[in-house]
């Protein structure tokens, strides 16, 4: 069983910076694939970005320039680091995980950008 759980959402000011965590259950080196997507309040889930086991990471249009998404096998964990933060970021934000065409998801961390 595959749990993923975030961590590193709050309250933080236009312009300002968080970083966001999912600590995996298993090693993140199995994974074919892990992500980041966002809800906001009224709308669709979207993906924000991705990190494959190999290969290079992609970016949401909304985001290239200000996030950057890593990971870290040794710890199994995946990072989001939000700069300079808008107010259209604020959104529950959920970690995915791909193991061999099943999908798993995060319980989702708050993040909300507002002076």
């Known amino acids: 069983q595959v749990q993923l759980v975030e961590s590193g959402g709050g309250l933080v000011q236009p312009g300002g910076s968080l970083r966001l965590s999912c600590a995996a259950s298993g090693s993140i080196f199995n994974f074919n694939v892990m992500g980041w997507y966002r809800q906001a309040p009224g709308k669709e889930r979207e993906w924000v970005a991705v990190i494959p086991g190999a290969g290079m990471t992609d970016y949401a249009n909304s985001v290239k320039g200000r996030f950057t998404i890593s990971r870290d096998n040794a710890k199994n964990t995946v990072y989001l680091q939000m700069n300079s933060l808008k107010p259209e970021d604020t959104a529950v934000y959920y970690c995915?995980?791909?193991?061999?065409?099943?999908?798993?998801w995060g319980q989702g961390t708050q993040v909300t950008v507002s002076s």
């Open positions: 995915n995980a791909v193991l061999s065409g099943t999908s798993y």
